[in-house]
């Protein structure tokens, strides 16, 4: 994983503020119409992205390094049982670790049945990815991880039984910052607006799906579990009586 300090101070320059805006606008689009019991936002940053959510349980876990979460620990084990998130931010994580599949893999299984997850990522084919072609590591943070396309990602998302709702792609601006160009502002510009696959930044949105063999009384069972700490009695099965074997 990268070093995650690294990632704390370019957030705070104009360039990562001027693409943290960006990504909290559309994070405030989407979240706003999503509802559940739980969210998490996983990422390299501590900037929450769900201030707009009606979702009343949300959490931050970040992984150390001086970036400050409600939850510290390890991507790789995520402190929560199978399908029990509604709604999970992966925030520029999949970018800065060694086994990027393993880690989304690890996300989609504690995301309930219908759960969304948002997975932002950098955009290669744009230019933000040629400058990270041309001049690699020695740039810092963001260019030091591995980007990756959305048709990548899809299909990793696909094998884990996510189905893709949309790809939203911002930032198309230059992947500097000037005093002197003042950069597009979100919902303005040809690219935003047509939804160009070139912007420096994609969301993908994807909804869990899952097989018939899911019971879904399980499922109602863990619902019931999150409003109180007591557990609902199980339904009582009533038996037919059987049929006397002696003939009259």
């Given at each position: 994983m990268t070093d995650l300090s690294s990632a704390k101070q370019w957030y705070q320059t104009?360039?990562?503020?001027?693409?943290l805006g960006t990504e909290k606008a559309l994070?405030?689009?989407l979240l706003?119409?999503?509802f559940g019991y739980h969210l998490l936002q996983l990422g390299t940053g501590e900037t929450p992205l769900f201030n707009q959510s009606p979702i009343q349980n949300c959490n931050r876990m970040t992984f150390g390094g001086g970036v400050h979460g409600d939850l510290v620990g390890s991507p790789m084990q995520i402190p929560f049982a199978q399908d029990q998130i509604d709604v999970m931010l992966v925030h520029h994580l999949l970018e800065y670790v060694?086994?990027?599949q393993a880690i989304l893999a690890e996300c989609a299984?504690?995301?309930?049945p219908m759960g969304v997850m948002i997975v932002t990522l950098f955009n290669p084919l744009s230019l933000w990815g040629l400058r990270q072609k041309v001049v690699g590591r020695p740039a810092g943070y963001p260019f030091e991880g591995e980007f990756f396309t959305?048709?990548?990602v899809m299909?990793?998302?696909?094998v884990l039984n996510f189905k893709i709702d949309r790809v939203l792609f911002a930032e198309f601006g230059f992947p500097w910052a000037f005093r002197s160009l003042t950069p597009p502002k979100f919902g303005l510009g040809l690219g935003r607006r047509y939804n160009l696959p070139l912007g420096g930044v994609y969301m993908l949105v994807a909804r869990k799906y899952v097989g018939p063999l899911t019971p879904a009384a399980s499922l109602l069972r863990r619902r019931s579990r999150r409003f109180s700490g007591i557990g609902m009695a199980e339904p009582?099965?009533?038996q037919r009586p059987q049929a006397s074997s002696s003939r009259l």
């Open positions: 104009a360039l990562g503020q001027r693409v994070h405030d689009e706003e119409d999503l060694d086994r990027p299984r504690v995301v309930m959305a048709y990548r299909d990793w998302l696909n009582v099965t009533s």
